[in-house]
């Protein structure tokens, strides 16, 4: 069974910094794509960035491109994201999602069926 548990989140001033951390398990971590989704209040989903199975791809959503950086460790079956230079717009739900195969070939939200619970990033003064 998969699984997917996140942490990190919580609230931040503008500007601020915060790192998501998501540990996989019941399939093998290491050869999928995990990608990042959010969901802000009164809006859907939307896929944030993606990271592939080897970890030498790297995609991001334009809107958060040069603030987020996205990892992978494959000894702890985990991935991460650092988030710096946060927005208020960047307040939403966060999941950590497995991807179809080893490329994340897809940046629509509603292919990525296996996610976590989600933790709640807050950006606020």
């Known amino acids: 069974q998969v699984q997917l548990v996140e942490s990190g989140g919580g609230l931040v001033q503008p500007g601020g910094s915060l790192t998501l951390s998501c540990v996989g398990s019941?399939?093998?971590?290491?050869?999928?794509?995990i990608s990042w989704v959010r969901q802000a209040p009164g809006k859907g989903l939307e896929w944030v960035s993606g990271?592939?199975?080897?970890?030498?791809?790297?995609t991001y959503a334009d809107s958060v491109k040069g603030r987020f950086t996205i990892s992978r460790d494959f000894a702890g079956n985990t991935a991460y994201l650092q988030m710096n230079n946060l927005m208020p717009d960047d307040t939403a739900v966060y999941y950590c999602?497995?991807?179809?195969?080893?490329?994340?070939?897809?940046?629509?939200?509603?292919?990525?069926?296996?996610r976590g619970q989600g933790t709640q990033v807050t950006v606020s003064a």
């Open positions: 999602a497995k991807g179809l195969g080893s490329s994340c070939v897809t940046e629509d939200p509603s292919d990525y069926g296996d």
């Open positions: 019941g399939f093998t971590f290491s050869q999928y794509c």
């Open positions: 990271i592939n199975s080897g970890g030498g791809r790297r």
